[in-house]
């Protein structure tokens, strides 16, 4: 093995091992050897955005694309990141159509449906995106592994029907899936089978618990400087519907809330209307829930308002 591969294999190692900071020095190395290199490149992206670092990444996937147009894994990573919707969808669209004259197989091209229903989701185009999954050919010929994608992209276009089909495939490949979990107790719940929702629910409670947060959350402030911050950019409306609500800061949602129908990957839970109107009488926050949510750090603040604005707003007035 060359020395230039054996950087580039051992930066994948490091990631494995949630080293992105020895994998960024392995990356360097490469690239003091091929700084031409779109591999090189490309993964230097993706471990900036392991670490959160958007710009950065967005860069190094742009400079792989330049060095060689036609290298599909940098078009989709820089469509993965702009789908958020802080990011720019539309352009992940774009990227995901480009995508389609590349690839090879169907799973690439299942892949680059995926993001650009993800995409056409985020922007409120929830019938396009229907039309858009109707482009992938014999979906359950797939290998189980995208099961989960599937099913989870059928669940947000509508189609729960199919959804579940793809879900119920998903926890017979991997029982421990967090995600199909939480997918097929949303199922259960708009079904009103509330018991197997509760249990669902509670799965996705014990295995979230068992995962590692991802690299960038290292690269959040603390939680409680970003609720302080979140609460107070909160216009004075807004603010006063708190000001005499206990905000509590826990993990995760407990048993007995999942019990009484909370969402177990809830992020904000407004809680005991006080007597006075439009107020409460407790305001949870979940930080597990909301460092796993796919947060841009360097929105984090506004993401939480967002949320809190969410469960607060729609209850104004009651008592």
């Excluded at 006080?274 to 796919?294: A, D, H």
Aim: aromatic fraction near 6%; hydrophobic fraction near 40%.
């Amino acid at each position: 093995m060359d020395r230039f591969t054996a950087h580039l294999d051992r930066a994948w190692d490091l990631i494995m091992q949630g080293d992105t900071s020895g994998a960024l020095v392995s990356v360097g190395e490469a690239l003091e050897i091929d700084d031409e290199s779109p591999e090189a490149h490309n993964l230097l992206g993706y471990i900036h955005a392991l670490d959160g670092d958007v710009d950065e990444a967005l860069m190094s996937y742009k400079q792989a694309m330049v060095l060689d147009d036609e290298y599909l894994d940098p078009i989709l990573n820089t469509a993965e990141l702009l789908v958020h919707p802080d990011g720019d969808p539309e352009e992940a669209i774009r990227l995901c159509r480009s995508a389609t004259q590349l690839v090879s197989g169907k799973e690439e091209l299942t892949e680059a449906i995926l993001l650009e229903v993800d995409a056409l989701l985020n922007l409120g185009y929830v019938d396009k995106a229907r039309w858009r999954l109707a482009d992938i050919e014999s979906p359950e010929s797939l290998h189980p592994s995208y099961a989960m994608l599937l099913g989870r992209a059928f669940y947000e276009a509508g189609d729960t029907k199919a959804a579940g089909d793809f879900i119920r495939r998903a926890i017979e490949h991997d029982g421990e899936n967090a995600d199909a979990w939480y997918y097929s107790g949303l199922i259960a719940r708009d079904e009103g089978r509330t018991g197997d929702a509760v249990s669902a629910f509670g799965n996705v409670l014990k295995l979230d618990a068992m995962r590692p947060d991802p690299p960038w959350v290292r690269c959040l402030e603390p939680v409680e400087m970003i609720i302080g911050q979140a609460i107070t950019s909160l216009d004075e409306p807004d603010r006063a519907l708190l000001s005499n609500t206990e905000i509590i800061v826990a993990e995760a949602p407990t048993p007995h809330q999942i019990q009484n129908h909370v969402d177990p990957r809830q992020v904000v839970l407004a809680e005991g209307a006080s007597g006075e109107r439009g107020s409460f009488r407790k305001l949870w926050i979940f930080s597990q829930n909301f460092v796993r949510m796919g947060l841009i750090p360097n929105t984090a603040v506004k993401d939480l308002v967002e949320m809190i604005l969410r469960e607060v707003r729609p209850r104004k007035g009651t008592v």
